[in-house]
């Protein structure tokens, strides 16, 4: 059985929104006892990821690391249509991936105590993304 | 319910191979209405990712910034059985992945209008790959 | 159908604990024909990976980069609370990934001949971690 639903959000440009709760309410509306669920983004160029949801300074760290990880405007690259964040873009999106999968136990999504789900914008400037939600048990 | 079938490709070295049409075609052969396809490659010196799919200078770049995360023939490699590109295979492929998993919906493969399917070989020589496609729901 | 356990287990600091036959018996215990199965870590400072499981210089070298690509105790993280290591572990993380989703087919896990499943532990320190495998089909 699968349940299947997206989820559309504005980002303010790099950095992370927080959507356990989103994926944690629609694990909940598909009544799937036991199984696990996959958030996807239909884009290449901002990534959803695990991480830690305590400290806030974890996430602003993360940027420091993928700044580095994947210069801005690097003189090597070819692809720069859309500007210095452009082939950035991609190159996070590679490293920190398009999509997770979590198991889903008695009903509900089952994440360790310090985990939370994050959509992780890559681009310097908003912009709208959509994710796809699917719960399969 | 579970379709699954294997395709094996013939890589011409480092670079990307486009596989977005042979697995767009195995999902429709499926005829799951909604649910979810992993696509898995056997090895651990190449990756299955998602990546933008409209100008080839995007994958060029992840070409020069992989070089980067992950020198050839580095002095400090104790794994060099197979030459300069031995060890620094394996390393893509910890960041790169081994395998994606993207929505099925209304029986089709739902990607993003710019996102497609690519084999990453990370050998420098040609490879016989093999690679799973499962389709769930 | 799913079928879902976990394995717990205690690491002896930073390196890597093969898991390939904690997996394949649970895939077995599952006694499901075809389908996926998802391994997942509980945690934001260790990851699950497949990799070489024939020269154990491959885990080492792997060791070798991932201190390059995320330094410990670099003067630009501001999250330290737990040491040197902290933030590096949760940076290793997103590039390493939390959790890795392999085909079962005809009733087994289908790796790859070179292919392991191993628990890579970030930190510095001993830690118990809690894995969950999730078969689906």
């Not at 999509?99 to 008695?106: C, D, G, L, Q, W």
Request: charged content about 25%; aromatic content about 4%.
């Amino acid at each position: 059985m699968t349940h299947q639903q997206t989820i559309e959000l504005s980002t303010r440009g790099r950095g992370t929104t927080e959507i356990t709760a989103e994926v944690a309410q629609i694990v909940g509306a598909a009544r799937i006892e036991s199984g696990l669920v996959n958030v996807f983004v239909l884009h290449t160029s901002c990534s959803v990821v695990l991480t830690e949801n305590a400290d806030p300074s974890v996430r602003q760290d993360l940027e420091t690391l993928a700044r580095r990880w994947v210069p801005d405007g690097d003189a090597d690259y070819r692809h720069s249509d859309e500007g210095d964040d452009d082939m950035a873009a991609h190159g996070r999106n590679i490293l920190a991936g398009s999509s997770i999968t979590v198991p889903v136990s008695k009903g509900k999504l089952l994440l360790g105590t310090w985990q939370g789900i994050y959509l992780w914008e890559h681009r310097t400037h908003a912009h709208r993304r959509k994710i796809v939600v699917s719960v399969l048990g």
